[in-house]
């Protein structure tokens, strides 16, 4: 059996942890909320504003805004799929054969990924946001993922996420 102090003090411990644990998050500046949004948690309030979240209102794209030619990424990817894979069947196989034919499977491979690549970063989008605050804001981005007029986004390192 426990001492009668020892219970009290597990107790009140409870009780101290239990009181700690149901306290409203107090912001900045004593207001409740994470950003010191509404006072109090009960029913009725608004959910937190989000400082950083919009919607989008226009997507301009920006076609080939790169310096390089358009063939630049297969031609580049070619020649470093076929020598990686001329290297590669030149441990694995004796035989001129194979290696002729791992180097233009390699070319080919690479320069499939290379275009793609290329092509991936060649096109930039602008986004005209109108944050929830009323404020217009545009952000330039190499992909969209998803993304598209009407969406909701929150604005992260420079880059709209949709969400």
Same mark, same amino acid.
């Given at each position: 059996?426990?001492?009668?102090?020892?219970?009290?003090?597990? +107790? =009140?411990?409870?009780?101290? =942890?239990?009181?700690?644990?149901?306290?409203?998050?107090?912001?900045?500046? @004593?207001?409740?909320?994470?950003?010191?949004?509404?006072?109090?948690?009960?029913?009725?309030?608004?959910?937190?504003?989000?400082?950083?979240?919009?919607?989008?209102?226009?997507?301009?794209?920006? /076609?080939?805004? +790169?310096?390089?030619? %358009?063939? +630049?990424?297969?031609? #580049?990817?070619?020649?470093?799929?076929? #020598?990686?894979?001329?290297?590669?069947?030149? /441990?694995?196989?004796?035989?001129?054969?194979?290696?002729?034919?791992?180097?233009? %499977?390699?070319?080919?491979?690479?320069?499939?990924?290379?275009?793609?690549?290329?092509?991936?970063?060649?096109?930039?989008?602008?986004?005209?946001?109108?944050?929830? &605050?009323?404020?217009?804001?545009?952000? +330039?981005? &190499?992909?969209?993922?998803?993304?598209?007029?009407?969406?909701? #986004?929150?604005?992260?390192? @420079?880059? %709209?996420?949709?969400?």
């Amino acid at each position: 059996m426990m001492p009668r102090s020892l219970a009290v003090i597990g +107790t =009140l411990s409870l009780f101290a =942890l239990s009181a700690c644990a149901s306290m409203p998050n107090t912001g900045y500046s @004593g207001q409740s909320g994470a950003y010191g949004g509404s006072y109090g948690n009960g029913y009725g309030n608004s959910p937190q504003q989000c400082f950083d979240c919009g919607t989008v209102r226009r997507i301009e794209v920006l /076609h080939g805004q +790169t310096a390089v030619p %358009a063939a +630049t990424g297969a031609v #580049v990817g070619g020649i470093v799929g076929a #020598v990686a894979a001329r290297e590669i069947a030149r /441990h694995q196989t004796d035989s001129e054969g194979r290696r002729n034919a791992a180097t233009i %499977a390699g070319a080919a491979g690479g320069a499939a990924a290379g275009q793609a690549i290329q092509n991936r970063l060649a096109n930039q989008y602008n986004l005209y946001i109108r944050m929830d &605050n009323g404020q217009e804001t545009t952000v +330039t981005q &190499n992909s969209l993922d998803g993304i598209e007029e009407g969406s909701r #986004v929150r604005i992260q390192n @420079g880059r %709209a996420w949709r969400y």
